[in-house]
């Protein structure tokens, strides 16, 4: 059994570690869609909804917020197999959970940005009688997205490095595959952990540093 850092089981472990990174990225889409628009929802809903529709809402992303995401993944994953559909792939159970987990955290940056709006401008839209969808379309949302923006990216950020959960369900991401290559050769642990990191350095660092950007332009901005 291999001890040391070998060039060339590198080599030979980089093509599951790159099919890793790009499960990667294709559940940080889907969970990520999932996330922004679910988030939304949820923060419209406890802002505007009715009270039926609130108190429930609100008790479920609690729960949601305040428990681990293995926990929640695990839940699901059990739940799903046992009672719901046992041919449901992981990949589509953790992109979905996943996406769920951080909704509830995308929707505290878009209530604190519908929070931020001045009072005044809520009153206004009142004196003028301007309809809801009017309201919410042309003054609330758009204001809200621009405060809300750089925070809704760090979830994002935050969400990309956090699929490697989903490996204890079978999601075949980079810390999964380093796995199966290790079990198949006793070898390569510490170069497929290795480049699986630099891979995600590579892909968030640039990101991370353009939503630092944005936060600060926004922060010094005047809207």
């Known amino acids: 059994m291999q001890t040391g850092w070998s060039n060339e089981t590198l080599r030979e472990i980089f093509p599951a570690i790159w099919d ?3 499960v990667v990225l294709q559940v940080t889409l889907v969970a990520g869609i999932i996330a922004v628009v679910l988030g939304l929802l949820v923060a419209v809903g406890e802002r505007n909804g009715p009270v039926w529709l609130r108190r429930p809402l609100g008790a479920v992303f609690q729960f949601i917020r305040n428990t681990p995401l293995l926990v929640q993944v695990l839940i699901v994953w059990t739940a799903t ?3 719901i559909n046992p041919d449901w792939s992981a990949f589509a159970v953790g992109s979905t ?3 769920l987990h951080y909704a509830s955290y995308t929707s505290e940056s878009y209530r604190a940005g519908i929070d931020a709006i001045p009072k005044g401008q809520w009153e206004a839209a009142t004196a ?3 309809p809801g969808h009017r309201v919410w379309g042309a003054i609330v949302l758009p204001q809200m997205f621009r405060r809300s923006a750089a925070a809704v990216g760090n979830w994002i950020i935050a969400m990309f490095k956090e699929v490697p959960t989903l490996f204890i369900i079978g999601v075949m ?3 999964a595959e380093a ?4 079990g198949q050769h006793y070898t390569g642990a510490v170069e497929g952990y290795t480049l699986a990191g630099l891979l995600f350095l590579a892909a968030s ?4 540093v353009a939503m630092r950007r944005l936060e600060n332009r926004l922060a010094k901005s005047n809207y």
Request: hydrophobic share 55%.
């Open 20 to 22: 890793g990174f790009l």
């Open 81 to 83: 197999s046992l009672y």
């Open 97 to 99: 959970v996943l996406g």
């Open 128 to 130: 003028l009688n301007l």
């Open 173 to 175: 991401e980079m810390i």
């Open 179 to 182: 796995r199966a290559f290790q």
């Open 205 to 208: 660092y640039p990101v991370a």
